[in-house]
């Protein structure tokens, strides 16, 4: 059982045999070591070096014979707090890399409205619902031609899409409401935003309106989950009128 226990903090099986039969012993030589703890005279010595660089184990030569000792098991608490330290240096670097990795996370950015419309277009492609929050005024003017198709694509497909607006688009809120497949609310001004985030099947595109305006294209399911669980709640609290 101890060691056992030994070995899930890290130390080799031959390590947590001939430390624990140095325990019993107190100083001892290599050939001691051996006989008690049953690990061939060779495997002591790697273990001892092993147990060294661990700061388990101390050594002393007496009469040109060299003895060893068990250092305090206490010692041990504070050779697992080292680790825990040096493994939370670089947890910042590892949550980093797990994230990219384990979420195979594809993202891009684009410039320009042509490609926030090919972008819009595209969804209609998927067959899924449509969420997008923070929709400033200025986007608008700037898709007015485009939108006016594509809410009629849309609808002839029964795709569903539903708006939350910034605060001063009540007259594009009522119209919309008008329309089949199709729901738009607005929160108060605090919650205003320069970006809009659009959300369908597994992308999430952020489109920030400014000149030039620009889109960041995300492409992960459950990045995109995360996204409608937040649309979500501010659904919950948006107003229609």
């Known amino acids: 059982m101890k060691e056992e226990i030994l070995e899930q903090v890290g130390f080799s099986r031959n390590e947590a045999k001939v430390y624990l039969a140095l325990l019993e012993l107190g100083s001892s030589t290599a050939g001691d070591i051996s006989k008690k703890s049953k690990v061939h005279r060779t495997n002591v010595y790697d273990a001892l070096e092993g147990l060294g660089k661990k700061g388990a184990v101390a050594h002393f030569s007496k009469n040109d014979i060299k003895y060893f000792e068990a250092v305090d098991p206490e010692s041990l608490l504070n050779l697992l707090h080292e680790k825990e330290l040096a493994l939370e240096s670089i947890m910042p670097q590892l949550k980093l890399t797990h994230q990219f990795v384990s979420l195979k996370t594809d993202a891009y950015v684009y410039e320009g409205v042509k490609s926030v419309k090919a972008i819009l277009d595209k969804f209609l492609e998927k067959k899924e619902p449509i969420f997008v929050y923070g929709i400033p005024k200025e986007a608008l003017p700037k898709m007015q031609s485009f939108i006016v198709h ?47 985030t659009n959300i369908c099947g597994d992308e999430v595109v952020l489109v920030v309106w400014q000149d030039p305006v620009f889109a960041i294209q995300i492409k992960n399911k459950e990045m995109a989950n995360s996204y409608k669980k937040y649309f979500e709640i501010l659904w919950g609290i948006a107003k229609k009128d």
């Open 150 to 196: 594509y809410h009629k694509k849309r609808i002839a497909a029964k795709i569903a899409m539903n708006h939350i607006y910034n605060d001063d688009a009540m007259q594009r809120i009522e119209y919309l409401n008008s329309l089949p497949y199709t729901e738009a609310r607005h929160l108060p001004k605090e919650f205003n935003s320069p970006v809009s």
